[in-house]
């Protein structure tokens, strides 16, 4: 693995060539559908070019991403994103100003990432161009300017404020990649040492220890002779989390946020909330209360169940909450590939419940034996419970299993 790494540093050219032409099929599939007025006489065209970028998009990119980080770390990010390789240029060429501090606050992302998935899905944004183009579009443009004004030639948008950011350092815990660096090694390199290394998201690379900031794009390998591309079993950094790595608003976004408010945002449309909220409350979107009430309701009953776990205490029930993470992943995944199928099912391949259900069951049990290996190895390090832990699990399993299907 050590090889991939040092290639991946070597060959920055030809990773900056992929990653701008990643910038241009992005643009390509966001701006051109906006021609189809000045050539109506193409419009068909554009159309299908609408298409193909929902299906790409939500389709492809969205599952085949949330995959790709639980299994490799974030090679996403740091190789191919085209966001990435915006604000990086950007902060080359722009007024390279201090970051505030209140761009430094570690759960901002979380939140302006429950605000995106809360617009999107109210107000059906992944079914139209138009509402792709705007959800995206915005978040681009805010890299961009994000670029433009703070950093010297670094990614402070992906470091601080990207909302995907906020999922994909969790999802990237479970990975079997990451790059691992010898503390011994790294401080008796010998003289004369090499230069700094030119981190995008300005992480102390001597001290590194989690998956969750760094983004893979390898510029680190081999410095000092300490850093190396490396494989570990899947899920080992999830259980073997320190006391001192377990953040509270960290574990209530994996119980609530990537977790709950996800469950609701995907199943609201067929949820029996829906139904009766839409007859009793006025003045507030009965969908936006269907999506919360999900949330809190999934999110509070797996916390109730990790704290028994933990007989009562805090702490022990917030990292148990980082177990969930395969599995709250898994739920993820099948939510974006439920719109995979629908589109699917657009084209006019037959498509139906019982092959979603089939999917749902496999994926399911895999990410279900996975958070509760890593569920059990923390129970066992801690004293903690764990047939509470397993039960948490198996709600959670259950829950994905069980929600309504927006298929035909």
């Known amino acids: 693995m050590q090889a991939a790494g040092d290639a991946l540093r070597r060959r920055q050219d030809i990773v900056r060539a992929v990653q701008w032409g990643f910038v241009a099929l992005y643009l390509f599939l966001l701006l051109a559908p906006l021609l189809r007025p000045l050539a109506p006489a193409h419009g068909a065209l554009f159309a299908r070019i609408a298409g193909w970028a929902e299906a790409l998009f939500w389709g492809f990119w969205w599952p085949a991403v949330i995959l790709g980080m639980m299994l490799f770390g974030q090679f996403w990010c740091g190789v191919l994103c085209p966001d990435g390789a915006v604000t990086e240029f950007a902060s080359r060429h722009g007024r390279g100003l201090k970051i505030p501090p209140w761009m430094r606050r570690a759960a901002l992302p979380l939140v302006l990432f429950a605000l995106i998935v809360l617009y999107e899905h109210l107000s059906g944004a992944r079914h139209s161009h138009g509402g792709t183009l705007l959800v995206l579009g915005t978040v681009s443009l805010a890299a961009l300017l994000t670029g433009l004004l703070y950093g ?56 590194l220890r989690s998956n969750e900031k760094c983004s893979m794009c390898g510029r680190c390998s081999g410095h000092r002779d300490a850093v190396r591309l490396a494989l570990r079993a899947p899920g080992h950094e999830l259980a073997t989390l320190g006391d001192d ?119 399911l049990a895999l990410a ?26 198996l709600a959670l399993a259950g829950a994905y299993l069980l929600a309504p299907v927006a298929l035909g």
């Open 152 to 207: 010297r030639g670094k990614r402070v948008w992906c470091r601080y404020l990207c909302p995907t950011a906020s999922i994909f350092s969790m999802l990237a815990r479970c990975a079997v990649l990451h790059f691992k660096v010898d503390r011994q090694a790294w401080d008796a390199a010998p003289r004369p040492l090499p230069g700094a290394v030119d981190c995008p998201l300005l992480l102390d690379v001597r001290r």
């Open 245 to 363: 790595e377990v953040r509270v608003w960290e574990a209530a976004g994996i119980l609530f946020v990537l977790i709950g408010l996800f469950y609701g945002a995907m199943h609201w449309q067929g949820s029996v909330w829906h139904g009766w909220l839409s007859g009793l409350v006025t003045g507030v979107p009965a969908g936006l209360l269907a999506i919360l009430g999900a949330a809190g309701a999934l999110g509070g009953s797996i916390a109730l169940l990790l704290l028994g776990a933990a007989r009562g205490r805090g702490l022990p029930a917030c990292k148990l909450a980082y177990a969930l993470i395969p599995l709250g992943g898994a739920g993820l995944m099948l939510g974006a590939m439920e719109h995979s199928f629908a589109i699917l099912q657009r084209e006019g391949v037959a498509l139906g419940a019982a092959q979603l259900y089939g999917l749902r069951a496999a994926v």
């Open 368 to 393: 279900a034996a996975w958070s509760g290996a890593i569920g059990l190895r923390l129970c066992a390090a801690g004293g903690l419970a764990r047939v509470p832990c397993l039960a948490a699990v």
